[in-house]
């Protein structure tokens, strides 16, 4: 098996006594795309400045390619990182800028000027050697900050939230533009955002952060499909989640009671009786006839209907008076009207439970 480019091994850091880090486990593998996740304050930037040698661990390893680097200044460690601000010298060209990282290295100034274009021609500014960052669009900057991470040829890439400066389409396309890039060069790479669309659309893995620690880490299908804990659940996307109490269990299946009425759904490791929650994705639930013999069906009263373009989120009020969300795709024949009774329904594999613990 392949050293793993990155190994953090029960990596610890406070500030006074708040554990900002608290034990975290994680392996990058050669070539990877893992995105650290989570809300503000969860420990994920922190997480990366250890990485990078900005700030010194209370306790635990850091291993890049087998080597420990937790002592190591930053210059040392041979990665390239990308920040939120970008960073870039508001006084040097384009040109200086990506070139900062080889002068510090006393690289030859031939070698210099040949790395400088090839690194400018990877993020597509052929040409824009010359002109100084204010002279720059906000995706231009990102690419030149981009570039100098790369110029000096990392064994591993740090991005921290370097898309939030970006408007919508721009973010959008930069997120496209990065991955492609990461993917040709095949560098190992920790991606810090609290975007979820950016996780799911740019990881091979996502480690999902919370108070310090990593709550759960998978592929990214698997973090939105199959979440570990309510919060994980919460936190991916947009979820319907129902109090539930397990009935029976029927072959690999469970039959629930919840206040909104019977249902079924798949999920092993649970005892009857147990308590649990029943989640469901909004895309996941269908409105109105045409529900199989199988399906999990409720009885529900249209809210409201919120138009967003493409979709449309209608809002329900359960049979308990608790709310649901279900998504339709606006193909303009869809009609829902508020104050409207509908059935609404599910089948059991789309369905998944989160134990009462958990």
């Known amino acids: 098996m392949a050293e793993p480019a990155l190994k953090l091994d029960k990596l610890v850091k406070r500030f006074g006594t708040h554990a900002a880090v608290d034990g975290i486990d994680?392996?990058?593998?050669?070539?990877?795309?893992?995105?650290?996740?989570?809300?503000?304050?969860?420990?994920?930037?922190?997480?990366?400045?250890?990485?990078?040698?900005?700030?010194?661990?209370?306790?635990?390893?850091?291993?890049?390619?087998?080597?420990?680097?937790?002592?190591?200044?930053?210059?040392?460690?041979?990665?390239?990182?990308?920040?939120?601000?970008?960073?870039?010298?508001?006084?040097?060209?384009?040109?200086?800028?990506?070139?900062?990282?080889?002068?510090?290295?006393?690289?030859?100034?031939?070698?210099?000027?040949?790395?400088?274009a090839e690194a400018l021609a990877l993020v597509k500014l052929d040409g824009f050697g010359a002109r100084r960052p204010n002279q720059l669009s906000g995706g231009q900057r990102q690419r030149v900050a981009l570039a100098r991470a790369l110029v000096i040829r990392p064994t591993m890439l740090l991005l921290d939230e370097p898309l939030s400066n970006l408007d919508l389409k721009l973010r959008e396309e930069m997120?496209?533009?990065?991955?492609?890039?990461?993917?040709?060069?095949?560098?190992?790479?920790?991606?810090?955002?609290?975007?979820?669309?950016?996780?799911?659309?740019?990881?091979?893995?996502?480690?999902?952060?919370?108070?310090?620690?990593?709550?759960?880490?998978?592929?990214?299908?698997?973090?939105?499909?199959?979440p570990a804990t309510r919060f994980v659940a919460g936190f991916i996307g947009s979820i319907n989640m129902v109090p539930a109490k397990v009935d029976a269990i029927e072959g690999g299946a469970v039959r629930l009671a919840t206040p909104a009425g019977p249902a079924r759904a798949r999920i092993d490791g649970v005892s009857a009786g147990a308590g649990v929650t029943l989640t469901v994705r909004p895309e996941r639930l269908k409105l109105g006839p045409g529900a199989p013999a199988d399906a999990v069906a409720w009885q529900a009263r249209v809210e409201r209907v919120v138009y967003t373009g493409a979709r449309l989120e209608v809002q329900l009020a359960l049979a308990d008076g608790s709310s649901a969300m279900a998504e339709a795709t606006n193909d303009g024949s869809t009609r829902f009207t508020a104050g409207q009774t509908t059935t609404l329904w599910f089948r059991p594999e789309d369905a998944w439970v989160i134990r009462e613990s958990a």
Request: proline residues 5%; aromatic residues 6%.
């Open 175 to 226: 997120r496209t533009e990065i991955s492609s890039l990461q993917r040709r060069l095949g560098i190992a790479t920790v991606f810090v955002t609290h975007d979820q669309g950016e996780a799911l659309t740019m990881s091979d893995r996502i480690a999902v952060m919370r108070d310090g620690m990593i709550e759960q880490i998978g592929a990214p299908a698997e973090i939105y499909e199959r």
């Open 26 to 116: 994680l392996a990058v593998a050669p070539g990877e795309f893992v995105t650290l996740l989570g809300p503000s304050g969860c420990g994920k930037t922190t997480t990366l400045n250890l990485i990078a040698g900005f700030l010194a661990p209370d306790g635990g390893h850091i291993q890049l390619g087998g080597r420990m680097v937790e002592n190591l200044p930053p210059f040392q460690r041979d990665l390239g990182m990308v920040f939120q601000d970008y960073a870039l010298f508001p006084h040097m060209t384009v040109a200086d800028n990506v070139a900062f990282g080889l002068k510090m290295r006393k690289v030859a100034k031939g070698e210099i000027s040949a790395r400088v």
